[in-house]
């Protein structure tokens, strides 16, 4: 394990170490092999595969982080694992990893940061009226983020769905979802 790691996780609490650590193994094991196998492969059931494990896993450690109530001391946590997360699967796509083209699409949807944090924000608010169930919504609401986030991504770089179809898998709360022509 590196010092990087192991300085980050002694900054959490002792009940958060040992998931988030095998969380951050089982994607560093992904990286090792299947990602460049995958990126090889011409078969899209592999890219495929290999993007669900990656999705997954970022979405497991980015609910296991926010179930934690660190106030906005998590938020650098979630961003990074998101970025990750779309930087694996661009990999995987075929495509070079760049934070230009990570922000592109993330924009693309609609999203910046600011949009983490209002998720995170909404899940405070639930703190205070709901104690005792605000960590499990604050987590709900950052794995169900990622989750989404992912999906999209992988939608629109491995199964070449159109932007404007991707962004109707990735709703922001409080946006109108796009309207469809009448049917003739």
Not at 134 to 140: K, T, Y
Not at 153 to 172: C, D, K, N, Q, S
Request: with cysteine.
């Amino acid at each position: 394990m590196s010092p990087l790691l192991e300085k980050l996780a002694a900054k959490l609490p002792k009940n958060l170490r040992g998931p988030l650590l095998s969380h951050v193994t089982a994607l560093r094991e992904l990286i090792e092999g299947e990602l460049d196998a995958a990126r090889k492969s011409p078969d899209k059931e592999a890219k495929l595969a290999v993007t669900r494990k990656i999705v997954t896993t970022c979405t497991a450690a980015c609910t296991t982080v926010g179930v934690e109530p660190i106030p906005l001391a998590d938020f650098p946590i979630l961003t990074a694992l998101q970025v990750l997360m779309v930087g694996s699967i661009l990999w995987v796509s075929g495509r070079e990893i760049s934070l230009k083209a990570i922000a592109e699409f993330l924009g693309a949807l609609g999203m910046n940061i600011g949009a983490g944090l209002i998720f995170r924000e909404g899940a405070r608010a639930a703190i205070k009226v709901l104690p005792g169930f605000g960590s499990a919504i604050s987590g709900a609401i950052a794995g169900g983020a990622t989750y989404t986030l992912g999906r999209a991504a992988t939608a629109y770089f491995i199964e070449g769905v159109p932007l404007p179809e991707v962004r109707r898998l990735f709703r922001i709360p409080g946006r109108k979802p796009p309207q469809l022509p009448p049917e003739k």
